[in-house]
């Protein structure tokens, strides 16, 4: 795939070779994607971008098809230096023609520079994400639940993992989550007293930040739990984004030194509104992912 919108400027699919410029060009706007991130959605999807005559990148977004009709696109950056240029409509539009199911629904989680390009390319918002991040996570020493128990994701476990995470995201995504799961930190599942699973959760390691998601448990004591045993003993920042109001989850982050520090808008395109899901989903993955 190759198209020139302008002289010098090429729109190609990127490969593993252009890692280290996409970590360049997200770190112009200042974003965080580290290079597991990358070759994550990579291996997930599909990365899209502009390279002038110098073979600079200097335009990007990624689509990630899920496995029935859903997909996501982010990591949608174009260089200061080349805004204006229609750069980011026509990368945007690219990965959209890439879904071959005319049907799939396509979500992405907007900037407020970027939601006016994306209302007049059709998308509607649906939602909005609350991000959270914590500057020195302080521990809850008098959390305790007798009938639950936490444990390392085991590969026996993945496909128990994958029903609840199916309902809880609202569409299977079992190639994501398995190379999610490869690039984690930690990955922990959660068990009632019989030793059934319940909930899942992941860590991620950034540049700068400790990703805590995605989060799915069937309630907020739960999902708290997951939280406080993937963030305890961690040294820097953590970070996690919530998509749905709940009040306790939220005052237990608060609680724990986590601070809101921005509230950007879901939209989707192909459907008026997101798909069903069970009220399980306590994090997202990140904001590339939905």
Known sequence: MENCTEKNLKLNILTENDIQGLMDLSQLVGWDYHRDDIRTIMSSGKILGHKNEFGQIVSSAAIIPYDTHL???GMVIVNDQYRGK??????TQACINLVRQK??????IATQQGKPLYEKMGFKEVGYIHKFICNN???CNTLLFEELKVEALKESDLDKVMELDKYAFGD??????????KQSHQALVLRDE?????GYGLSISGPKNLILGPIVAPNSEAA???VDKL????KGNLRIDIPKDDKMFMNFLRDRGFEKVNQPPIMIINSDAMPIRNDNLYGIAAQAFG
Do not use: D, M, Q
């Open 71 to 73: 997909a996501s696109i």
């Open 86 to 91: 229609g750069l980011g409509k026509e990368v």
């Open 103 to 108: 049907n799939t629904s396509i979500t992405l």
């Open 137 to 139: 996570y302080v521990p």
């Open 172 to 181: 299977s995504r079992r190639k994501f989550l398995v190379n999610r799961i």
């Open 194 to 198: 019989f030793g059934r699973i319940l």
């Open 224 to 226: 708290i739990y997951l």
């Open 231 to 234: 963030a305890l003993n961690h």
